[in-house]
C-alpha cells in the first residue's frame, strides 16, 4: 500500500493509494478516513508527512524533458493532462521544459542543468528522446569526475540520478519492457512511489572513438535498414515502421562479416531458459561485484557468415507489436546482452522467424538462428557488396520494387554495409567493438511491476470502523508503520 497524498478537510482525512489493475496498470485510488476530533486529524496529518518525508526513494524534485514530437505529438497533453496533476498531488515539484529540437535534452544536461537541485529527470517521449537523457546524464557524469568515454576499457562512474520514462513516442520500447505496459499514468506512479530499476548501458565505440551508448537493441542489417529507410519517412508517424518494416523484407538483403563475441558465465542463465526478468530478479542480483574483473568465461568465439540480421537485446525488447520481444528471457541489469544471429536463409524461413516474435513460438529454433548470452562483442563488415538473396534480374527487382520505391537511395543495392540500429538512432560507422556496463547507479524510476507490497483489504477495513482513532486503538506511530507498510 503506498499513500502518495495526503490531505484534510474538517474530521475527514483523505489518502490516495496506487492500486494495481490489469495488464501491468496502476491506478490511484482515494481513501477517506473520519476522525472524531480537528486536533485528532492534523495529528494524524502531520505524522503521515512526517513518515512519507522518511521515505527517501521518493522523488520531491524532478527536472522533466517533454518531446512535443515523439510518437502523435501528444507529449505535451499527456504530460499536463495525466502526469503533472498526479506530480502535484504527490508534492512533486516539477521543473519543465519543452524541447525546442533534437538533442536540445541531452546538450542541456550534459552542460547546463543544475543536477543537484534534483531527484531524477524525467523524459516524456520515447525510446530516442530516453536515449537522448541517457547520453547527457552519463556524458555529465563522466565530464564531471574526469573520466575519458571515448577510451573503451575506461571505467565508467554511474550516475546519481534516475531517470523516468512517460511513454510518448511511437514504439516505447524501453518503457514497455520495464515496466510492462505503455500507460502514462502506470508509468508516473512508479516514479512517484520511487520505483527503482537498475539497467544495464552499453559502450558502443569504433576503435577508440565513442559513438553511443545503448540500453535496448543493436541491431544490424534487418533492424538497421528498417531504421534507415523510416528516418526518411518521420513525417508519416508511427506508421512508418510498418511501411519501411514491408520494404526491407522484401528487399531481403544479407550482409558479411565477422562477429566475435566473449560468452558470459554460465549462471548467467541463457537466453533459451525461459526465465522472465522481474523486479527483484535472482540473476540480475547475483551480478558480480564491480571489483571482480574480468567478466565473461574468458574465451572469445568468432563467426564469420553471411547474415541477414545481427541483433544485441540488452532487454526482451518487448513492444505491444511483439510481447515477448526480440530476446524474452534478455535480463534488465545483469550486464549482458543476447547476441542474435540470424544467417542468410529464404525469405520464407525469414518470415517465419519474424512471425514468432508475435507469438508463443520459440523464435530461435530455427537452424539459420542462433543466440548467445555475452558480455562483450566486435563486428567487423566484409568489404563486399550486399546482394540480393533472391537473385532478381534487374527486371524483377523493378517489378518487385517500383511501386514502394519513389527514390534511389531508398532501394540502393550497391550499398556494401548495413547500418548498425542503436536504440533508434543510426550509427555511423559498421565497424564496432560493444561493451557491457553494469552500473550499480540506477537509470530507470520504472520498475517491472512487481515489488511493492499492499494489503488494500486491511487499510479499507480500518476506513471503515468509526473506532478507529479511539483510544484503544494502538498508539499512532504503531498503527502508521503498518498503513505505510
Ligand atoms: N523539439 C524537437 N524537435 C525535433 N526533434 C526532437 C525534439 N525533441 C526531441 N527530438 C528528437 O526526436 C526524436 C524522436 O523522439 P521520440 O523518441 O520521443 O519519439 P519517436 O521516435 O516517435 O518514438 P520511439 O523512439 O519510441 O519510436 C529523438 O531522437 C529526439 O532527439
Same mark, same amino acid.
Request: glycine share 6%; proline share 5%.
Given at each position: ?55 527517501s ?17 501528444r ?62 546524464l ?27 520514462i +512517460?511513454? #510518448?513516442? /511511437?514504439?516505447? !520500447?524501453? *518503457?514497455?519492457? %520495464?515496466?510492462?505496459?505503455?500507460? @502514462? ?87 533459451r ?8 530478479c ?27 540480421a +545481427?541483433? #544485441?537485446? /540488452?532487454?526482451? !525488447?518487448? *513492444?505491444?507489436? %511483439?510481447?515477448?520481444?526480440?530476446? @524474452? ?63 532478381l ?69 480500518g476506513?471503515?470502523? %468509526? ?19
Amino acid at each position: 500500500m503506498c499513500y502518495i497524498l495526503s490531505h484534510s478537510r474538517s474530521l475527514s482525512l483523505s489518502f490516495s493509494y496506487v492500486r494495481r489493475t490489469r495488464q501491468h496498470r496502476w491506478r490511484c485510488c482515494d481513501i477517506t478516513f473520519h476522525c472524531s476530533s480537528q486536533a485528532l486529524s492534523q495529528q494524524w496529518i502531520q505524522a503521515i508527512n512526517e513518515q512519507l518525508s522518511l521515505l527517501s526513494d521518493r522523488p520531491k524534485s524532478l527536472l522533466v524533458y517533454i518531446n512535443p514530437y515523439g510518437g502523435k505529438r501528444r507529449g505535451k497533453r499527456i504530460y499536463e493532462q495525466k502526469v503533472a496533476p498526479l506530480f502535484h498531488r504527490a508534492s512533486i515539484l516539477a521543473d519543465v521544459i519543452v524541447t525546442e529540437r533534437a538533442n536540445h535534452a541531452r546538450d542541456h544536461l550534459k552542460t547546463e542543468a543544475n543536477l543537484e537541485k534534483y531527484d531524477g529527470v524525467v523524459c516524456v517521449g520515447g525510446d530516442g528522446m530516453f536515449s537522448e537523457i541517457l547520453h547527457g546524464l552519463v556524458t555529465r557524469t563522466q565530464t564531471d569526475h574526469g573520466v575519458d568515454q571515448s577510451q573503451p576499457d575506461a571505467d565508467l562512474v554511474p550516475c546519481s540520478l534516475r531517470i523516468g520514462i +512517460i511513454p #510518448a513516442g /511511437s514504439t516505447d !520500447c524501453v *518503457c514497455f519492457a %520495464s515496466v510492462g505496459t505503455n500507460d @502514462p499514468v502506470t508509468s508516473a506512479l512508479h516514479i512517484i512511489v520511487g520505483d527503482c530499476q537498475p539497467m544495464d548501458v552499453c559502450s558502443v565505440h569504433n576503435s577508440n572513438t565513442f559513438l553511443r551508448y545503448s540500453v535496448s537493441l543493436l541491431g544490424y542489417g534487418f533492424y538497421g535498414d528498417v531504421l534507415t529507410d523510416s528516418e526518411r519517412k518521420r513525417w508519416m508517424g508511427p506508421a512508418r515502421y510498418d511501411l519501411s518494416g514491408a520494404k526491407t523484407f522484401l528487399t531481403h538483403k544479407y550482409y558479411e562479416g565477422t562477429v566475435s563475441f566473449l560468452p558470459a558465465e554460465d549462471n548467467v542463465g541463457n537466453p533459451r531458459d525461459k526465465l522472465q526478468c522481474r523486479s527483484g530478479c535472482c540473476i540480475c542480483q547475483y551480478k558480480p561485484q564491480l571489483d571482480e574483473k574480468p567478466y565473461g568465461s574468458g574465451r572469445w568465439c568468432v563467426i564469420r557468415d553471411k547474415f541477414i540480421a +545481427i541483433n #544485441a537485446a /540488452s532487454m526482451s !525488447c518487448a *513492444c505491444p507489436r %511483439s510481447p515477448k520481444g526480440l530476446s @524474452p528471457s534478455a535480463h534488465l541489469a545483469d550486464g549482458t546482452t543476447d547476441l542474435i544471429l540470424v544467417r542468410k536463409c529464404s525469405r520464407l524461413d525469414f518470415f517465419r522467424h519474424l512471425l514468432r516474435h508475435t507469438n508463443k513460438d520459440d523464435q530461435f529454433d530455427h537452424s539459420f538462428v542462433e543466440v548467445h548470452r555475452v558480455r562483450k562483442f566486435r563486428f567487423h563488415p566484409k568489404q563486399q557488396e550486399a546482394v540480393s538473396l533472391e537473385d532478381l534480374s534487374e527486371t524483377n527487382k523493378k517489378m518487385a520494387f517500383s511501386p514502394i520505391c519513389s527514390t534511389p537511395p531508398a532501394c540502393n543495392y550497391s550499398s556494401t554495409h548495413s547500418s548498425w540500429n542503436c536504440d533508434g538512432e543510426i550509427l555511423p560507422h559498421a565497424a564496432i567493438q560493444v561493451r557491457y556496463l553494469i552500473m550499480t547507479g540506477p537509470f530507470k524510476l520504472l520498475p517491472s511491476g512487481s515489488c511493492l507490497r499492499r494489503n488494500p483489504r486491511r487499510v479499507e477495513s480500518g476506513a471503515r470502523r %468509526s473506532s478507529f482513532f479511539s483510544s484503544d486503538s494502538p498508539t499512532l506511530q504503531t498503527e502508521l508503520k503498518k498503513l505505510l507498510g
